[in-house]
């Protein structure tokens, strides 16, 4: 009896599937099928594609990042030598120097660790001696003596004259008195520097310390460079050619290349401390990916912490680097692109499921004839459904496969994820829709003649509605405040793996729900709209308009081809802000960079040269403006007992201001305050700006000088962005030198069309920027340029998806609706006034669509753009304003229009056969 109840159970709980059903639902509606495997298709290749494409924009980011960085991006090391004292009181030559220099270089290279070891390119070693003068000539010269040394040896050299230089002495154990006569050493020149110099082998090049003493620097050799693009030399270029402006305006340097058997007599050349070992390290671009660089941050920052202290006169290693601080700055663009990527990628998602909501809808309307005979012959409701599954779940797998492999073919992996949902929408709608159909067609449940039970029936339908409504308002408002109360950005970007985590899912959804939460407004106002106009059409006299207006208050209830509509012309109307506000965010952010049209950011050796290369400049034609001033990152203040590093500003107020008012740049009219007396006695006011609010207005500031008082600072006002920095302390030049500090200008800002020639000739050591330059590197950074392309492509997808939607729609009530117009023939409606009638139901929702969808975009984009971060990526100092490109928006209006205006005509000609009798004799 048990086996008997557990087969028959078995027996009523397995559906059975009939496949020729299947197949022949499949064959009869391909083409819904086939319209409905295009568009999972084309979403998974988007889907699919987009993350990984972004990964390897990212890996690109780290790359341009650090190498955008230069030379502060490489790990340095210092040391001080061991003491050269003898047994009498003298200083000892070392003849095995230059071995030390190698031990010192491996006990560098084995501190790295290995993951960091082969970030890292070999190994240079630069012991470079002090800046000499040059005593003959009226023209200034400086000179200085340096040995490269890599893991095989400096860079090679062919001696065209003369040859390597050797040692002073023969004698490898030598001893000389402090005040000994100057110890000659012997240097290498290149032919360029002879050339310039007029001196050969054998000849002593006159130059004294910064002391006046005589240092004794003789020619052994003169040199040609092998390959002269070698890395070596760039840590030195004096060595290669004479290299002006490095020590001053109008002043030349020049190079000598020493050798292994030289150095010992460079030390003694010197005094003690002025002979300088470094080992360089420069980043290989290659191993710098995504995915190493929390690794190599810590790594870097472990270093530095390890590091001995600048004052300690011992052989302990001292790290100097910049990589941790480039590799953070990236990581921290990259999880912003990747939240951004993932809103619009959220909308996409949204408006396709809309859509194959939509197409399953329609797939069912079509569908429901035949799903009523298979029910009055017995069909059971699960053995429908399960056919219905069966049919969607390969049309969806099948599609979706296509989609990702295209996306694999097209880039190196894909993120099948984001395809999930899609797939799903696919695989689940139409099943469900055609389940209900069918349980509809063979329900014996007849409609009450109590009016009780009719409103009680109502009310719950609207119950359910709201209920549905109003989770999707909670969603929406709980998305918004996550959004605004947290931000996109990961906790902690150094844990940041570049993958969607469960507490982002929340507010990247923000946009999308806020989409929805427009369009089921909409779709309440709607019937309202379309009512009264019913209303006010009985009392005109014109029987098209109650047509029009009747035939549209019986289908504005459609809640489906509304939010299609509706959603999608506001996500593709948010694409095309985000990605117009980037643009523009662009061009703003090249302003805040550089400050002006042009930047000359001194070197320290030639700072003092800084006043009299603003007035070269601002004499040069096509200049506007020169403003100088000292920038100082990473400056040590102290707000009580706490330790601050923002960038302090000191530069003349009024020409600052003058500068901020002719250009793009904000105003900041708080910087007249930095004028005037400061609220304590002795204070000097501030403007100040931080990122974490740690300075603010009111907050009092100390300024620590070597050997004086200490200087206070007042915060009297906010400061403006300079150079995109999160902490900035402005002060005036004036007060601050009538408080014992006078500013020594390292920055000058020009303006004007000539500013770009006048400071590429400044003949002086200084890092020249360029807004042009910086505007251009900027569009195309990987993340940059891929997010803008990932914006109009996302546009251009959910328009299509919108048209697409448009069609279904109209597809989905053509039958009905031209049924119901043929039928108003018999009463005498001409075919260009049923032409009226249909156009008259199916405009409303197209032109509420096309009116209200741009401006809840606009909505949409105030509302998110700021916690978006596109700051990140423009370079501005602030969060970017919503920029609303009027022209493109109308032109999605005037495209949906366009096509809604197309669809009654055609519709018409499919029409045109149909016979009058034959629909009369159809019945409903």
């Known amino acids: 009896m048990k086996r008997l109840l557990t087969r028959r159970w078995l027996t009523r709980r397995l559906p059975a599937l009939h496949w020729p059903s299947i197949r022949g639902r499949g064959r009869t509606d391909a083409g819904p099928l086939l ?57 000892v030559r070392m003849p095995r120097l230059a071995e030390g220099v190698d031990d010192f270089r491996a006990r560098v290279t084995s501190a790295l660790g290995p993951d960091l070891d082969a970030a890292l390119l070999p190994p240079v070693t630069v012991v470079n001696g002090p800046i000499l003068n040059i005593t003959d000539g009226t023209v200034p010269r400086t000179f200085q003596f340096t040995y490269l040394a890599g893991d095989l040896d400096g860079p090679d050299v062919a001696w065209i004259a003369g040859g ?126 995504w995915d190493a660089t929390a690794a190599l941050a810590s790594q870097v920052v472990k270093l530095k912490a390890t590091s001995g202290a600048s004052s300690d006169r011992d052989q302990s290693l001292r790290w100097e680097s910049q990589l941790d601080t480039a590799l953070r700055d990236a990581r921290t663009q990259i999880s912003a ?37 298979a029910r009055q012959r017995g069909a059971a409701i699960p053995d429908v459904g399960a056919e219905l599954i069966v049919e969607s779940t390969v049309v969806s797998l099948s599609a979706a496969a296509v989609g990702l492999a295209l996306a694999r073919a097209a880039v190196p992996g894909v993120s099948w994820a984001w395809a999930v949902p899609v797939v799903l929408a696919g695989a689940v709608a139409g ?12 329900r014996d449940r007849r409609q009450p003649a109590n009016p009780a039970a009719r409103r009680w029936i109502r009310a719950t339908g609207q119950l359910r ?212 007396p400061g609220p304590g006695a002795g204070d000097v006011p501030a403007l100040v700006r931080s990122g974490d609010g740690a300075l603010r207005t009111g907050t009092r500031l100390q300024l620590p000088r070597d050997g004086a008082p200490t200087i206070r600072l007042a915060a009297v006002g906010t400061a403006p962005s300079v150079g995109g920095a999160a902490d900035v302390v402005i002060v005036d030049a004036t007060a601050l030198a009538d408080a014992g500090l006078p500013a020594v200008p390292n920055t000058v800002w020009v303006t004007g069309p000539g500013a770009a020639q006048a400071v590429s000739n400044s003949g002086v050591a200084a890092d020249v920027v360029l807004r042009a330059d910086v505007l251009r590197a900027q569009r195309v950074a990987p993340l940059t340029a891929g ?99 009027w022209w493109l928006l109308g032109l999605v209006s005037v495209v949906l229009l366009a096509a809604a205006t197309t669809v009654v005509p055609v519709e018409s000609a499919l029409r045109r056969r149909d016979r009058l009798s034959e629909v009369l004799r159809a019945g409903e």
Do not use: M
């Open 465 to 676: 509605r709201a209920a549905v409504e109003a989770a999707v308002l909670i969603a929406a408002v709980a998305a918004f405040v996550t959004l605004h109360q947290r931000g996109l950005l990961p906790v902690a970007s150094d844990d940041d793996t570049g993958e969607l985590t469960g507490d982002l899912i929340l507010p990247i959804s923000a946009l999308a729900l806020g989409a929805l939460v427009g369009a089921l407004l909409l779709l309440r106002l709607l019937p309202l709209g379309t009512r009264f106009a019913l209303r006010r059409a009985l009392r005109s006299r014109r029987p098209l308009a109650v047509f029009g207006a009747a035939q549209a208050a019986t289908t504005a209830g459609r809640a489906l081809p509304l939010l299609v509509l509706v959603s999608t012309t506001a996500l593709a109307s948010f694409a095309l802000i985000l990605g117009t506000t980037v643009t523009r965010g662009l061009g703003d952010g090249a302003w805040s960079t550089v400050g002006a049209d042009a930047r000359l950011d001194v070197g320290a050796d030639a700072e003092a040269a800084t006043p009299a290369l603003a007035e070269r400049i601002a004499a040069a034609p096509g200049v506007g403006q020169v403003v100088v001033a000292q920038v100082t990152d990473s400056a040590r203040l102290f707000s009580e007992s706490t330790l601050l590093t923002p960038r302090l500003v000191i530069v003349d107020t009024a020409a600052f201001q003058r500068l901020l008012a002719t250009t793009p740049l904000p105003d900041a009219p708080a910087l007249a305050r930095l004028t005037a």
């Open 35 to 91: 319209l409905t495997a295009a568009v999972i298709a084309t979403v998974a290749l988007l889907s699919g594609a987009a993350p990984a494409l972004l990964r390897a924009a990212a890996d690109d980011a780290v790359q341009d990042t650090v190498r955008r960085a230069g030379p502060d991006a490489n790990v340095l090391a210092h040391a001080d030598w061991e003491r050269d004292d003898g047994p009498t009181g003298g200083r």
């Open 337 to 373: 692109a990747s939240a951004q990527a993932a809103v619009l990628l959220a909308g996409v998602l949204t408006a396709t499921v809309l859509v194959l909501l939509l197409a399953a809808d329609l797939l069912v309307r079509r569908r429901t004839p035949a799903l009523s005979v």
């Open 431 to 442: 099943p469900a829709f055609g389940t209900l159909a069918a349980a509809r067609a063979s």
């Open 787 to 885: 997010l803008l392309r990932l914006a109009w492509t996302a546009a251009a997808v959910l328009l299509a998806l919108g048209l697409l939607g448009l069609t279904l729609a109209a597809a989905a009530g053509a039958a009905q609706r031209w049924q119901t117009l043929t039928r108003l023939r018999t009463l005498g409606l001409r075919p260009r006034d049923a032409r009226w009638v249909a156009a008259g139901e199916v405009l409303p929702p197209v032109v509420v669509a096309a009116v209200c969808g741009p401006l809840l975009a606009a909505l949409l984009a105030h509302l998110t753009l700021g916690p978006l971060d596109l700051r990140l990526l423009t370079g501005q100092g602030a969060d970017p304003t919503a920029v609303l490109p």
């Open 164 to 289: 390597a230089p050797g040692p002073a002495v023969a004698d490898e154990y030598v001893e000389t008195p402090y005040d000994g006569p100057p110890w000659p050493v012997q240097v290498g020149l290149s032919e360029a520097d002879a050339a310039a110099l007029d001196l050969g082998p054998g000849d002593r090049i006159p130059v004294k310390d910064g002391q006046g003493r005589d240092t004794d620097v003789r020619i052994s050799g003169i040199y040609r460079p092998a390959d002269s693009d070698d890395p070596a030399w760039r840590l030195a270029p004096a060595l290669l050619r004479p290299t002006p402006g490095v020590d001053g305006v109008g002043i030349t340097r020049f190079g000598g290349l020493l050798s292994r058997e030289s150095l010992p007599d460079a030390r003694l050349a010197v005094d003690e401390d002025q002979l300088r070992r470094t080992v360089h390290f420069a980043p290989v671009p290659g191993a710098l990916t």
